[in-house]
Each structure stands twice: as C-alpha cells, then as structure tokens.
C-alpha cells in the first residue's frame, strides 16, 4: 500500500507540474499576442498620419480643384511646302505657309509677271489647349484654352524661328440640361460647321468655306444654336481704321441628322457700318447698311469613306468665307454702303484605300458682284472670283500619327480679267497626343 500511494502522489505532482507549464505558455502566449497588438495599433496610427501628410500635401500640389477634370492636348506638325506662283512674287509671306487667296499675285496692268518659286519649312500650325470639365448640382462647367504659332510676324527665320503663340480658343460652358447649354468666349462662329471642313493638309482648304472664329455668346437648345458675334466690317474704299463695329453679328443656326448624313443650315444678319474720325474729336462721313448670309453645309458618309459640302450665298458674306476673300461691300461716290451679291463653296470626297491610306480631293469656288467703274473708282481691280482644288494622300501607322503629301492649285481672277495662279506641293508630318 505504501508503494501504491507514492506513486500515485507521483503521478498528480507531473499532472499539476504540466498544467502549470500550459499555463505559463498560455500567459506568454497571450502578453505576446498583447505586444504584437500594440505594435500593430502603432503602425496603423503612424501609416494614418502618414496617409493623411500625403493626401494634404497631394491636395496642395493638385493643379486644379477637388472635382474639376483636367485635360492637356494638341499636336506637332511640321509643313513642308514647295509653291509657284505665276505672276511674281507675293507682297505678303504669310500665303507662303498656307493658301490665302487674296494673296495670289495677279498679272501686273501693264502684262505677265514673272513666275516666282520659293520653299518653306515651319511648325507654326503645331497646337495645345488645356480643358477642364467639373460636374456641379446645376449641370456641368467645362472651359478650354487653344494656342498655336501661326500669324506670328515676331519670328526670324535666320536663326532661331522663334514665332510667338496665339490665341485661338478661349471659353467657358455651362451645360445646364441635357442637350442645351450656354458658351461664352472665342471659338469657332456659330455660322460655320466646322465638320463639313475637308481633310486637307493645308491650314484652311477652300477658297470657298467659311472660316471664322471670334468672341460670342451662344445658347444650344438641342439641334438649334441662337449667337451674337462680335461684329467687324471691311470696306472698300474706307481705311480699316474707319470701320464702325455696331449691332453684333446675329446667327441662327440648325443642325440635323438623316441617317449617315449630318448637315446644317445657317442664317445671319449684319450690321455694315463705317464712320470717319481720321480726327478723332469729329465725326466725319459716316453710313451703316444691313445685310444677310445664309450657308448649307454637311457630311455624308459613304461606308469608310465620306462626302462634305458646303454652299454659301448672301449680300454680306465679307469676311465671313475664303479669309476674307472679297470684303463685306463697298462705299460709294456718295458716301453710302452698298452691298455686293457674294456666293462660294465646295464638294470634297475622302477615300479610304486601307486602314492605313486615305485621300481627299476637293473643288472650290467663290464669286462676288462688283460694283460697275460709275459707282466705285477701283472697281476694275477688285477680285471678282477665285477656284481651288486640293489632292491629297496620306499614311496613317497609328491613329495619331500621320505622314501626307498635297498638291495644291489655286487661282485668282479680276474684275478687269487679270488673274494669277498658284501651284503646290505641300509635305506634312503630325503626331497628336
């Protein structure tokens, strides 16, 4: 029996001596598990100050506020371009880096001119804009800024071509429903439907388009567009000095769908005024007269490919088509505006040959009623009508990328029958981002 109770004494003395060993790793275990959470609480608090440092100074560097969407865009190209004109040299350089026809040279009164060639490389036509888009509770707020480098006479050609920027897009808009908003700012008029513009290589294209931008207000409601312009007049007979800027420009314009043709049709009224302050403290001569302009325009597409017109007509036209290619009328021996019956357009046909190879090819023309030599001393060297044709192809590796080549001709005729022609070649490489 003695032996019986030592062993079991023996056998409860281990049991408790292991129980107390569990329980001593039981403790660690657990003051362990309390260590890590503590380290972990740690890192957690530290990794929350450190996120919220970021995001303050993420908030401080943002360049634009909380909300806003913002854009960055544009182009490089690089125009190489190879012209003949047949009758001398233009007085103006600036149809050397893209087709202005009132430039085109014209047999001197007294019989031909000499041709005149020259070659022009520049990346004036290279591009950027910033946008910005912010939905807001009363409909979205999105404004745009567009710059490029053509029309700069700053440059030197003989060592740096370093032509300054312009402005070419400046406006904001509140689209405040679906379908309808309002603009403000300088874009492209509401007169011209920028998507009937053929895909030429050349900065503008027809002699006969539309070609306008200029500060407006305007309200879309839907396919309808309701503008006042700003309004500019150009005389003959009457300095530049000497217009008369009145009544805003007022346009109407509709645009509509029918299956794969998108067109529009335009109308707008004019105020032509001129007043004379060659001394600035008393009125001189002075006449205002109205006029009107209406243009059709649109895009047909033909499977990959695609045909765009546009046909213009009115007494007011001016300024409005071919880069002011015939002026908005004219003052007469009295004193008095009168208006000149003007009409233009053109028909371009885009073909795709592959993916990677299209062309276009287009045809223009513009014509204007002059006045006859009784009623304007200088009628007889007025422009009376203009023809262009452009034809293009082009390669395309990547969407953005395009490599195209151009040949160009143009003419320009006077009233009196002198006219002059101009023949190009234009090379163009353009990568937009």
Known sequence: MTYAATGQAATAEERIAELERQLAELKAMVAANKDADTVQEQAITANSESIKTNAADIEEARPMAKGTKFTYGGFIQLDAIASDYSEGKPGNNLI??????????????????????????????????????????????????????ILSGSGDERIS?????????????WDYAKGSSIMAGQSWSTFFNVGALPDNLDFVGPVGTIFVRQPQVRWTMGGLQLAVENAATRLNGVAWDNDHEGIPDLIARYNATMGSLSW?????GRELSYEDRSNLSV???????????????????????DLR?????????????????????????????????QWGGFIAYRH????????TFSYSMAQVDNPGS???????????????????????????????????????ELEDGRSGDLSRFQFAAKYGF
């Not at 529009?264 to 707008?268: D, K």
């Open 283 to 305: 009125e001189g001569a002075n006449d205002s007269q109205y006029g009107y302009a209406l243009s059709f325009a649109g895009k047909w597409g033909i499977g990959a490919d």
């Open 374 to 412: 009784n009623d304007f001393a200088g009628a007889d060297g007025l422009a009376s009508e203009y023809q262009s044709m452009h034809a293009s192809l082009n390669y395309q590796p990547h969407p953005k990328l395009r490599f195209g080549g151009e040949l160009i001709w143009a003419e320009k």
């Open 161 to 173: 071509n370093s032509w300054n920027s312009r402005l070419r897009h400046a406006f904001l808009q």
């Open 264 to 268: 529009s049709i335009a109308g707008m």
């Open 96 to 149: 050397d880096d893209f087709l202005v026809p009132s430039l085109i040279p014209v047999e001197p009164a007294g019989g031909s001119g000499d041709s005149y060639t020259s070659t022009n490389l520049h990346a004036k036509t290279s591009r950027f804009f910033f946008t910005t888009a912010t939905e807001t509770d009363v409909g979205k707020i999105s404004s745009r800024i567009e710059l490029d480098f």
């Open 309 to 341: 017109f546009m046909f213009n007509y009115g007494d007011a036209l001016g300024r409005y088509m071919g880069l002011n290619a015939f002026n908005d009328g004219y003052v007469d021996t009295s004193g008095d505006i009168q208006t000149t019956d």
């Open 352 to 359: 795709v040959w592959s993916p990677k190879w299209h062309s």
